[in-house]
């Protein structure tokens, strides 16, 4: 461990306890969902809706984890798959580079796998024309559809390195039944994510149009999966370092 990293350590280690910081990302999280903060953010062209940290708190784990497949659920507008695609690009060039080889760029080595109950058509358009397309694989549908988990796990192959994001929808209930199917492939020392956590530290009713609320909600559906797997533990430095972020506890390492 560089210096540097060591001082890092040292004030993630602080933040955790930084009551004041944690009321003032309490507050802004609140504010800024109000405003529809994460609907103004674009990557490479797609929108994203996410929020810039958890953006750059991913790249953090694609650099580290260095996954050939990435698995999603909930595409949206495409920008996470677009942002997963172009993470991978980086580290294929990064290998060739290594390696003294070149890329074919009509057959990427890593890629991302995404699964959403309705692909609209002028979506799936944006995706397909876009330069990073070649690296994604779209899949409609249910995403705990038994048919489905099966044509994803087909998709994963042999691959050595497997990295999981959830963001579809966010009941307690479909949630639980998203880490049943998808945790599994997620590889020992890789980590899925399950964003939308927040909504469990919201005020209630907040999200009058959805079916998920205080108490029915990523977290609960995804305490409810950790407390009967132990081989996923929350990555608290993660949050020490976010602080503001959709996915508190939500950075799930799998340890074995």
Known sequence: MTEFERE????????????DLRTAASGFMERSIEARYSYNWFWMGRPIIQYPQDICALQELVWKVRPDVIVETGIAHGGSLVLSASLLAMLDLCDATEAGTTLDPARPKRRVVGVDIDIREHNRAAIEAHPMSKRITMIQGSSVDPDIVARVRQEIGDAGTVLVCLDSNHTHDHVLRELEAYAPMVTVGSYC???DTVIENLPSAMYSDRPWDVGDNAMTGMREFLSRNPGFEIDHAMDAKLQISVAPNGYLRRTR
């Open 8 to 19: 890092v350590e040292t004030r993630l280690a602080g933040a955790a306890q930084n009551a």
């Open 193 to 195: 994510v399950v964003f």
